[in-house]
C-alpha cells in the first residue's frame, strides 16, 4: 500500500491571549498577510487560499540564531540586505542583522526591558524605530545603527510601531493597542481593547471611520494589517474580520476556526461535514473500556494501561480502544494512542499518537499485526488528537497545532 497523501489543510487561526498583542505581515502587493501559531506560520491570499509550507517549493532559505530569547518583531530593509530583530535576549533585546549571513550591523540598546516591536524606514535615510515595555520607542540613525533619540509619551507598555510607506512619519500604539498603515500612507488604522478599531487621517489627525466589532470579551482587537484594499483585524477569540469602511458595522466575511488544542472531531451521518471541538484542557482517569446502551452495561474489559481513546466498529461488532503501554497490540507508534476511529466499512481502523503520527490497521491481521499503511510525520512535532474517516479512502486528523489535515487513502 502507498503512503497516505495530503490533501488539503484547514488552517489554525492566530494563537490570541488577552492583553497581549500578536504581528500579522502583508506583502508590499497587497495580495497575502500572513500570521504565525507556534511553530507554524500561515499564508494567506486575499482570496483566503491556503498554503501549505511544509510542500517541496517552500525551503527554509536561511536560519540564524540572533538572540537568547522569544523574538516578538522583524523588520526588513527596503532593499532587502538586512533585518531588523525585537525581543527578548540576556543582553540586548534588539540586533540589526544581514539578510544573507546572519552577520551584526547593529546592536539597539537603551531599552530596559522586552521590545516588543520594532520598524525600518522605508526610504533613505535608513532609520529604525523600536518600542518597548518600558514604556519608550527609540530612534536609532546608520547603519552601522546607532542611539539617537526617545520618546517617553506613552504611559505603559509601548506593543506597536509602523513607518508610513512614505518614511515621513511613524506611529506608536500603547498597551493593547495596534496600527497600520494604509498602502499611500495616508491614513492609519488603529485597534484596541475597547474593541473598535478606527481610520484616522494622518495630516490632519482626525478621526475618518470608526468600526465597533461587538460587546463581548472576546471581541477585543489584538492585531491588524491593511494590505491593498483589504482591511483586516484580529479578534481576541481568534476570528480574522475584513472590514468595510463603506459599511462600518457589518464585516465583509469572517474567518473562523481553531486556535487551540482540537480535543475532539466527528464526520456528520452523511460524512459530507465535520464537527470539531475546542477546550484549554482534557484530562481523564479510567483502566476499563466499557461499553454502555440505554443504561445497560453490554461490555466491560479491564485492561492494566490506561485507554485513552475507544471506537465500536460501524457494524456493531467489535471495540477497539488505545493508550499507551505493556500491553498494546500494536506497536508501530512510538507513544501513548490519542485518537481512533474505525472506517465506514468496519475493515480497518486508524489510530492517532502523540508521536504526531497515525496508523491504519485491518482488522482481519489484527493477530498478525500487520499495519496497513502509516504516516508518521502527519503532524511534526505535534500529536495527532483526534482522527476520523470520511470514507473508506479518506481521513482527516486535527492537532494540538491546530490544524486539520485531509488524507488519501489508497488501496492496493
Given at each position: 500500500?502507498?503512503?497516505?497523501?495530503?490533501?488539503?489543510?484547514?488552517?489554525?487561526?492566530?494563537?490570541?491571549?488577552?492583553?497581549?498583542?500578536?504581528?500579522?505581515?502583508?506583502?508590499?502587493?497587497?495580495?497575502n498577510?500572513?500570521?504565525?501559531?507556534?511553530?507554524?506560520?500561515?499564508?494567506?491570499?486575499?482570496?483566503?487560499?491556503?498554503?501549505?509550507?511544509?510542500?517541496?517549493?517552500?525551503?527554509?532559505?536561511?536560519?540564524?540564531?540572533?538572540?537568547?530569547?522569544?523574538?516578538?518583531?522583524?523588520?526588513?530593509?527596503?532593499?532587502?540586505?538586512?533585518?531588523?530583530?525585537?525581543?527578548?535576549?540576556?543582553?540586548?533585546?534588539?540586533?540589526?542583522?544581514t539578510?544573507?549571513?546572519?552577520?551584526?550591523?547593529?546592536?539597539i540598546?537603551?531599552?530596559?526591558?522586552?521590545?516588543?516591536?520594532?520598524?525600518?524606514?522605508?526610504?533613505?535615510?535608513?532609520?529604525?524605530?523600536?518600542?518597548?515595555?518600558?514604556?519608550?520607542?527609540?530612534?536609532?540613525?546608520?547603519?552601522?545603527?546607532?542611539?539617537?533619540?526617545?520618546?517617553?509619551?506613552?504611559?505603559?507598555?509601548?506593543?506597536?510601531?509602523?513607518?508610513?510607506?512614505?518614511?515621513?512619519?511613524?506611529?506608536?500604539?500603547?498597551?493593547?493597542?495596534?496600527?497600520?498603515?494604509?498602502?499611500d500612507?495616508?491614513?492609519?488604522?488603529?485597534?484596541?481593547?475597547?474593541?473598535?478599531?478606527?481610520?484616522?487621517?494622518?495630516?490632519?489627525?482626525?478621526?475618518v471611520?470608526?468600526?465597533?466589532?461587538?460587546?463581548?470579551?472576546?471581541?477585543?482587537?489584538?492585531?491588524?494589517?491593511?494590505?491593498?484594499?483589504?482591511?483586516?483585524?484580529?479578534?481576541?477569540?481568534?476570528?480574522?474580520?475584513?472590514?468595510?469602511?463603506?459599511?462600518?458595522?457589518?464585516?465583509?466575511?469572517?474567518?473562523?476556526?481553531?486556535?487551540?488544542?482540537?480535543?475532539?472531531?466527528?464526520?456528520?451521518?452523511?460524512?459530507?461535514?465535520?464537527?470539531?471541538?475546542?477546550?484549554?484542557?482534557?484530562?481523564?482517569?479510567?483502566?476499563?473500556?466499557?461499553?454502555?446502551?440505554?443504561?445497560?452495561?453490554?461490555?466491560?474489559?479491564?485492561?492494566?494501561?490506561?485507554?485513552t481513546c475507544?471506537?465500536?466498529?460501524?457494524?456493531?461488532t467489535?471495540?477497539?480502544?488505545?493508550?499507551?503501554?505493556?500491553h498494546?497490540?500494536?506497536?508501530?507508534?512510538?507513544?501513548?494512542?490519542?485518537?481512533?476511529?474505525?472506517?465506514?466499512?468496519?475493515?480497518?481502523?486508524?489510530?492517532?499518537?502523540?508521536?504526531?503520527?497515525f496508523?491504519?490497521?485491518?482488522?482481519?491481521?489484527v493477530?498478525?499485526?500487520?499495519?496497513?499503511?502509516?504516516?508518521?510525520?502527519?503532524?511534526?512535532?505535534c500529536?495527532?488528537?483526534?482522527?476520523?474517516?470520511?470514507?473508506?479512502?479518506t481521513?482527516?486528523?486535527?492537532?494540538?497545532?491546530?490544524?486539520?489535515?485531509?488524507?488519501?487513502?489508497?488501496?492496493?
Amino acid at each position: 500500500m502507498s503512503k497516505p497523501e495530503l490533501r488539503c489543510v484547514f488552517a489554525s487561526m492566530p494563537k490570541t491571549e488577552r492583553g497581549k498583542f500578536i504581528v500579522l505581515g502583508a506583502d508590499r502587493k497587497g495580495q497575502n498577510f500572513l500570521y504565525a501559531n507556534g511553530t507554524n506560520i500561515y499564508i494567506r491570499d486575499i482570496n483566503v487560499r491556503i498554503w501549505d509550507t511544509v510542500n517541496p517549493e517552500h525551503v527554509l532559505k536561511k536560519e540564524f540564531h540572533v538572540q537568547g530569547g522569544p523574538i516578538k518583531d522583524i523588520s526588513w530593509s527596503e532593499d532587502n540586505t538586512k533585518i531588523a530583530v525585537a525581543g527578548e535576549g540576556r543582553e540586548r533585546c534588539c540586533k540589526v542583522i544581514t539578510s544573507d549571513s546572519g552577520n551584526t550591523v547593529g546592536e539597539i540598546g537603551g531599552h530596559t526591558g522586552t521590545v516588543n516591536a520594532i520598524a525600518f524606514r522605508p526610504v533613505r535615510p535608513f532609520r529604525i524605530v523600536s518600542a518597548g515595555e518600558d514604556m519608550r520607542s527609540q530612534l536609532y540613525k546608520g547603519p552601522p545603527f546607532k542611539y539617537e533619540k526617545d520618546c517617553k509619551d506613552h504611559t505603559n507598555f509601548v506593543n506597536c510601531v509602523r513607518y508610513s510607506p512614505t518614511g515621513d512619519v511613524y506611529i506608536t500604539g500603547g498597551a493593547d493597542g495596534q496600527v497600520a498603515f494604509s498602502p499611500d500612507g495616508k491614513e492609519v488604522l488603529t485597534v484596541s481593547g475597547d474593541k473598535t478599531a478606527k481610520i484616522w487621517n494622518v495630516e490632519s489627525r482626525e478621526e475618518v471611520t470608526k468600526f465597533e466589532l461587538g460587546k463581548e470579551l472576546g471581541d477585543m482587537l489584538v492585531s491588524c494589517v491593511w494590505s491593498g484594499d483589504n482591511i483586516i483585524v484580529v479578534l481576541l477569540k481568534g476570528y480574522i474580520n475584513y472590514l468595510d469602511r463603506n459599511n462600518p458595522s457589518t464585516p465583509i466575511k469572517t474567518l473562523r476556526g481553531h486556535n487551540k488544542l482540537i480535543t475532539a472531531m466527528t464526520p456528520s451521518t452523511d460524512r459530507s461535514k465535520v464537527f470539531t471541538t475546542s477546550l484549554e484542557a482534557v484530562s481523564a482517569k479510567s483502566n476499563a473500556v466499557v461499553v454502555v446502551n440505554k443504561g445497560n452495561v453490554m461490555f466491560q474489559q479491564e485492561v492494566k494501561f490506561g485507554p485513552t481513546c475507544a471506537d465500536i466498529s460501524p457494524d456493531k461488532t467489535t471495540v477497539a480502544f488505545g493508550g499507551k503501554g505493556e500491553h498494546n497490540h500494536f506497536t508501530k507508534q512510538t507513544a501513548k494512542i490519542f485518537s481512533l476511529d474505525w472506517a465506514p466499512n468496519s475493515q480497518y481502523f486508524a489510530t492517532g499518537s502523540l508521536d504526531g503520527s497515525f496508523v491504519v490497521w485491518c482488522l482481519s491481521t489484527v493477530f498478525g499485526k500487520e499495519q496497513v499503511c502509516s504516516r508518521m510525520d502527519a503532524h511534526k512535532k505535534c500529536s495527532v488528537s483526534s482522527l476520523a474517516w470520511l470514507s473508506d479512502n479518506t481521513i482527516i486528523t486535527a492537532s494540538n497545532d491546530c490544524t486539520i489535515k485531509q488524507w488519501d487513502i489508497k488501496f492496493a
